[in-house]
């Protein structure tokens, strides 16, 4: 395992938050439009296991997908030119906050039908062990597949488990235990609460804390190890709690201010601060350097975003086809 | 030439791109160890090794995924989805997924993956004996091909293997024995082109895969009675190609459509609804269109003949074009 540089993790999770924080501003001021789901207070988990990844692996998750972006260090300008629906987006403007997208960067993007995108990592994973046995190329690489604990109740989430167990392929599964699927609580969608235990006749898994990045991270290296060994896939539950509503529209009536307000302490961004603080890494000094850094770099794509163009009409009828006839 | 059967076309085409290009690889249901549902592979899994063909268990959706994950980290599948009934399961892939992935990345990624989809009955009642051409000629982001001769079936089969954008191949079990002659080397026909396959004065016959031998067998006996029909194959049903279908239509100014499909809504009612607005000055008589019955697909073997299209029943909607008879049809 490379080493944890626990400043760079403090500050790419401020850069998430900061980022969401100024999506609900824009979001308010109607300058995005959609849906748009927030990762407020997940972050430790994306930064945590995406930072285990090396370049040649690979990332697929659904439409929560801000903040796994941010943390694989896709840009923030093209990300927040994506959200304004402008040319310069990740997506030219056609995916908007659920698609974003860098094939550079093996994101092989954020995908809006709950469940079905894990069958598409399951088929990235298929195609590189393809090309070690058939094609003879030497790629390593590793898919890890983000999904939420909402999405492990259907049909496609166990053609996913199943296939990648049968085939033994190099994936890691990583859901986000929010306790929420939408609206409806843990327990009310599901009778296995404890999710990794549903993809343990077919792999080795386990329940972690997703609030702790330094835990994250360990537990996912130890599963991508796991997976490029070619001891085939691996399941990771991450514990952690969504700070925001389940997208900017949400009234919330599922849960009260004081459910949120007793979870705060758990915040996954104020738990990595102490920890800094307490081990010395970190100064308030520092801390505000950081901040204010991070704060910049947001308000530049924002900056960068308002000035872009709106893509042109023609834009509609390109990308149909890789071929049109 | 070689005179041929549609299988046979098929898989001299599939063996062909599998020999070429090492990317290309089979993925199904019994495509290995029953080596092959229909026979269009068989013997596959000796020529080529269990891993460019490989069994999938029954989970469409699954091995549709599987596909198209693999279409873009750069392989070739070919899913064969064993019938269009079970592909149903697999049409969140295909419609949410293939079909959307390289436009909502803003062309990121590209999909180049083969669907396979056999339709077909014969005494199997109403979940195994049904067309969704339609449902997948709708979708913007897909092609969607279908065949009516050998000569097409190999040329289309290796224009859609190679590809860059997801291609629904509609074959039919019906159409596998049908004869015709194809060359023995390799080639392709070009997707998005509709075919004039004869020329005729009196009325054009619009069809496609399955129903196009049967066009041809009820256009000669049209000759035998005196009247001179012109066959358009559509071949490809999405992105359709009317130039050949007006261009007839102008000649004769009549036409009968010829799908096997529920009637209403289907592919046959696109076609039907160009010619009204593309062809309007041309229009001499109603347009008809022939295709199942209505209801859905009963076991018994005379209820099941009197529902499904015969060349018969185009004999009689052209005949009924030609004496300006209006259609009605029967929803219950
Ligand atoms: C197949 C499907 N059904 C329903 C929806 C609507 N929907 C979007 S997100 C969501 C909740 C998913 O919850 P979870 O998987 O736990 O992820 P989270 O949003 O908590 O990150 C629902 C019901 C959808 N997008 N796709």
């Not at chain 1, 629906?85 to 056609?94: A, D, E, F, L, V």
């Not at chain 1, 698609?99 to 709950?114: L, M, P, R």
């Not at chain 1, 960068?304 to 709106?310: C, L, M, N, Q, Y």
């Not at chain 2, 559509?234 to 100014?253: A, Q």
Request: proline content about 5%.
């Amino acid at each position: 395992m490379d080493k944890q540089d626990l400043l760079a993790d403090y500050r790419t999770m401020l850069l998430i938050r900061s980022f969401e924080e100024h999506c609900q501003q824009q979001y308010t001021r109607a300058r995005i439009g959609g849906f748009l789901h927030l990762y407020v207070g997940q972050e430790a988990v994306a930064v945590g296991a995406i930072g285990a990844l090396k370049p040649q692996d690979h990332l697929v998750t659904h439409y929560r997908d801000h903040g796994h972006a941010l943390a694989r260090g896709l840009d923030p300008q093209p990300l927040m030119a994506e959200l304004f629906g402008r040319q310069t987006g990740t997506s030219k403007g056609k995916g908007g906050s659920m698609h974003f997208a860098d094939d550079a960067k093996h994101f092989w993007g954020g995908y809006a039908i709950v469940g079905a995108h894990l069958l598409l990592a399951v088929g990235i994973a298929y195609g590189i062990q393809y090309k070690r046995e058939v094609l003879g190329q030497d790629d390593d690489g590793v898919v890890m597949c983000f999904f939420g604990d909402g999405a492990t109740n259907g049909g496609e989430f166990y053609e996913a488990i199943s296939l990648a167990a049968l085939y033994k392929l190099p994936i890691v599964f990583l859901c986000e235990n929010n306790e929420f699927a939408m609206g409806t609580p843990l327990s009310v969608h599901t009778a296995v609460t404890e999710i990794h235990k549903k993809a343990s006749p077919f792999m080795p898994g386990e329940r972690i804390n997703g609030n702790d990045v330094v835990e994250v991270r360990e537990k996912a290296s130890a599963a991508i190890e796991h997976a490029r060994s070619g001891q085939g896939p691996y399941f990771i539950e991450a514990m952690t709690y969504r700070l925001r509503g389940h997208s900017a529209a949400d009234p919330q009536m599922y849960r009260t201010r004081e459910d949120i307000a007793a979870r705060r302490s758990n915040d996954p961004i104020e738990l990595l601060k102490q920890k800094l603080l307490d081990e010395g890494l970190l100064d308030n000094k520092k801390a505000k350097k950081i901040e204010s850094e991070v704060e910049k770099e947001v308000e530049a794509a924002v900056k960068f975003a308002e000035e872009s163009p709106a893509p042109e009409l023609s834009e509609a009828w390109d990308d149909i086809y890789a071929q049109p006839l | 030439m070689p005179v041929i059967t549609f299988m046979e076309a098929l898989r001299q085409a599939l063996r062909d791109a599998m020999h070429a290009d090492e990317r290309v690889f089979i993925i199904g249901e019994d495509v290995v160890h029953y080596d092959s549902a229909y026979g269009v592979t068989k013997g596959f899994v000796k020529e080529f090794g269990d891993k460019r063909i490989r069994d999938m268990p029954i989970a469409e959706a699954g091995y549709a995924g599987l596909g198209i994950g693999a279409a873009m980290n750069g392989l070739r599948p070919v899913v064969e989805m064993m019938t269009t009934n079970f592909a149903l399961l697999a049409l969140d892939m295909i419609v949410n997924h293939a079909a959307k992935i390289h436009y909502m990345f803003g062309g990121q990624f590209t999909v180049p993956i083969v669907f396979r989809l056999p339709n077909g009955y014969g005494q199997l009642s109403a979940t195994h004996s049904q067309a969704f051409d339609n449902y997948y000629a709708y979708i913007p982001g897909l092609k969607v091909v279908a065949p009516g001769t050998p000569y097409d079936a190999k040329g289309m089969m290796r224009a859609a293997i190679e590809d860059p954008d997801p291609v629904i191949f509609i074959e039919h079990t019906g159409i596998y024995s049908v004869k015709g002659e194809v060359p023995e080397e390799s080639y392709t026909v070009p997707i998005g082109k509709s075919n004039l396959l004869r020329d005729g004065k009196d009325v054009t016959i619009v069809c496609y895969g399955r129903m196009t031998p049967m066009v041809q067998q009820a256009a000669e006996k049209l000759a035998e009675e005196g009247i001179d029909a012109a066959i358009v194959d559509l071949r490809t049903l999405r992105p359709l190609d009317m130039e050949p279908v007006i261009e007839s239509f102008r000649k004769t100014n009549r036409a009968v459509i010829a799908t096997e499909e529920w009637t209403s809504v289907g592919v046959g009612a696109e076609i039907a609804a160009r010619l009204y607005t593309e062809g309007f000055d041309y229009i001499d008589a109603p347009i008809w269109r022939v295709g199942f019955d209505e209801v859905p697909m009963p076991y018994a073997k005379n209820l099941e003949t009197a529902v499904v299209p015969h060349p018969e029943s185009v004999i009689d909607a052209v005949k009924q074009v030609l004496a300006g008879k209006t259609q009605r049809i029967r929803q219950q």
